[in-house]
Each structure stands twice: as structure tokens, then as C-alpha cells.
């Protein structure tokens, strides 16, 4: 069974930065992608970045620049390096994990509080 776990989500304020990582139970080598959406209460789950196999990387608008994606293959973890976060940052950010023929695999999710 596929298991995602979030950590590194909190308060912090604006300016400030965070780093969000994404443990997965599973090699992550054989999945075609892995990506960080964030959802706020209201709204629909919006895609933050992405990072294809492969290394191609996309990232939303209104974060690039301030945001990085990465993944460690050797402990099948992904990380989000936010920066001078906006309080229009805040929300519950998940981790995603998708290979064709399966669902989607989402985390839990863990919320960031960005304050001004």
C-alpha cells in the first residue's frame, strides 16, 4: 500500500521560509511524476509544482521564483522549498504522486499559516 506522509508545515511569517517534504513508502523511481498542490477552504486543490521523471520541473505562477521542488530517489522523499512567503500562501499543501495505469496516490496534507 502506497503511503505519503507531509511534514514541515507551520506558522511562519511573511518573508519567511519553510521547507515541506513528502515521505513515500514506496520506490519512487517507476512513478511518472510527483507534485505539491495546496487547497484552501472554498477553493478547488491547485497544482504548486511539479516534478516529472526526468527532472522537467512546472511550477504554478504565482509561485515561481519563491518555491523549489526536489526529490531524493535514495530516501524516496520529495521536498517544497518555499520563500518569501505571502500570507496568499496559506493553505493546506499535499503531495502527490501519479504513475499511468493507477490513481493517484495524495498525502494527508499539512498546513502552512503564512501571517503578515
Known amino acids: 500500500q502506497v503511503q505519503l506522509v507531509e511534514s514541515g508545515g507551520g506558522l511562519v511569517q511573511a518573508g519567511g521560509s519553510l521547507r515541506l517534504s513528502c515521505a513515500a513508502s514506496?520506490?519512487?523511481?517507476?512513478?511518472?511524476?510527483m507534485g505539491w498542490y495546496r487547497q484552501t477552504p472554498g477553493k478547488e486543490r491547485e497544482l504548486v509544482a511539479r516534478i516529472i521523471w526526468g527532472g522537467m520541473t512546472n511550477y504554478a505562477d504565482s509561485v515561481k521564483g519563491r518555491f523549489t521542488i526536489s526529490r531524493d530517489s535514495a530516501k524516496n522523499t520529495l521536498y517544497l522549498q518555499m520563500s518569501s512567503l505571502k500570507p496568499e500562501d496559506t493553505a493546506v499543501y499535499y503531495c502527490n504522486m501519479f504513475r499511468a495505469s493507477e490513481p493517484p496516490y495524495w498525502g494527508q496534507g499539512t498546513q502552512v499559516t503564512v501571517s503578515s
Open positions: 514506496v520506490t519512487i523511481f517507476s512513478y511518472n511524476s
